[in-house]
Every structure is written in structure tokens, then in C-alpha cells.
Nanobody, 119 residues
Framework: QVQLVESGGGLVQAGGSLRLSCAASGRTFSSYVMGWFRQAPGKEREFVASISWSGAGTYYSDSVKGRFTISRDNAKNTVYLQMNSLKPEDTAVYYC????????????WGQGTQVTVSS
């Protein structure tokens, strides 16, 4: 069982930056692929970014590529999402997710943190 707790959301002006954190419980954090997803009002949840177990591999949606950076610290059981050059369309609830090696979809989800970008 893995519990995920996100933090770092808030209100920011367009062009600003935020860093989200996701703290994970459990001793097997390094065995999970970690990802960030988001859901805007009235829209489906969408993939934002993911990072491999070692941190060597990162993947981004086209909408955030070049602006967002995902990273992880396995010693602290934490994954981060640095968000720069934020746009109003980035407004959403951001969710952290953990996916085991044998899974094709995330196994665990955090409760979400709200990010609001004003124009």
C-alpha cells in the first residue's frame, strides 16, 4: 500500500511558477513509476508527466513540454513537478500517481492539489 500526499498548489499569475511536491509512504517508493495528472473543470483527467524508477527517464505531454519538469528524490520518497511559464489553461487539480512495474495504469492516487493561474 502506498499513500500519496500532494502539496504546493495555489494561485499564481500567468507567466509565474509553482513547484508541486508529492510525498509517498512506504519503503518501496523507488520501485514505482511516478506521474502527475491533472483535471480541469468539465474535462477528463489527463496525463502531464511521468518519471522512471531511477529518474533517468522522463515523459511529458505536448502541452507542458519545455515548461514543466518532473523529478524525484528516492531518499525522501518524494516526486516534484516544477511548473514554469504557467498559463491560464494550466488551471486544474493536479494529482500524483504511482504505477507498479506489473501495472499498465496507476495503482495509487493522491487526493489532488488545486493550481489556479490567473490571466
Amino acid at each position: 500500500q502506498v499513500q500519496l500526499v500532494e502539496s504546493g498548489g495555489g494561485l499564481v499569475q500567468a507567466g509565474g511558477s509553482l513547484r508541486l511536491s508529492c510525498a509517498a509512504s512506504g519503503r518501496t517508493f523507488s520501485s514505482y513509476v511516478m506521474g502527475w495528472f491533472r483535471q480541469a473543470p468539465g474535462k477528463e483527467r489527463e496525463f502531464v508527466a511521468s518519471i522512471s524508477w531511477s529518474g533517468a527517464g522522463t515523459y511529458y505531454s505536448d502541452s507542458v513540454k519545455g515548461r514543466f519538469t518532473i523529478s524525484r528524490d528516492n531518499a525522501k520518497n518524494t516526486v516534484y513537478l516544477q511548473m514554469n511559464s504557467l498559463k491560464p489553461e494550466d488551471t486544474a487539480v493536479y494529482y500524483c500517481a504511482a504505477q507498479g512495474r506489473a501495472s499498465s495504469v496507476p495503482d495509487y492516487w493522491g487526493q489532488g492539489t488545486q493550481v489556479t493561474v490567473s490571466s
